[in-house]
């Protein structure tokens, strides 16, 4: 549970309690807590895109029903409408998509460093 929260609101995978983010297009190189190194080699956020489609995919098909359910529009009227508001949510699932990478990292490695 402790872990789920500090995924939310973007804190470390090792002390849960550190940012990540210290602006919204700026991550921290360390943990300013514990001192963990958060990006651990170059390319190291190439995972990330992974998560983000993990991230995005199901988000996307959330805003398609909603907008659907909430409208009762045409097909057509629902993709751009669902586009929209995924292309504005498009930073936050970015972001999110460093932090549940770094913890997933964190989870699977044996050698926490
Ligand atoms: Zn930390």
Redesign the pocket.
């Known amino acids: 549970m402790g872990r789920l929260i500090a995924m939310v609101a973007s804190?470390?995978?090792?002390?849960?309690?550190?940012r990540v983010w210290r602006g919204p297009f700026r991550i921290n190189q360390v943990?300013?807590?514990?001192?963990?190194l958060f990006e651990r080699e170059q390319g190291y956020w190439t995972g990330a895109m992974v998560a983000s489609y993990a991230l995005g995919v199901p988000l996307l098909a959330a805003l398609l029903f909603g907008v659907w359910v909430a409208t009762r529009w045409d097909v057509t009227a629902v993709l751009i409408t669902a586009d929209a508001l995924f292309i504005a949510a498009a930073p936050f699932v970015w972001r999110y998509s460093r932090v549940v990478w770094l913890h997933l990292d964190w989870l699977l490695d044996p050698i926490h460093g």
């Open positions: 804190r470390c995978p090792r002390c849960l309690k550190g943990c300013p807590v514990c001192g963990l």
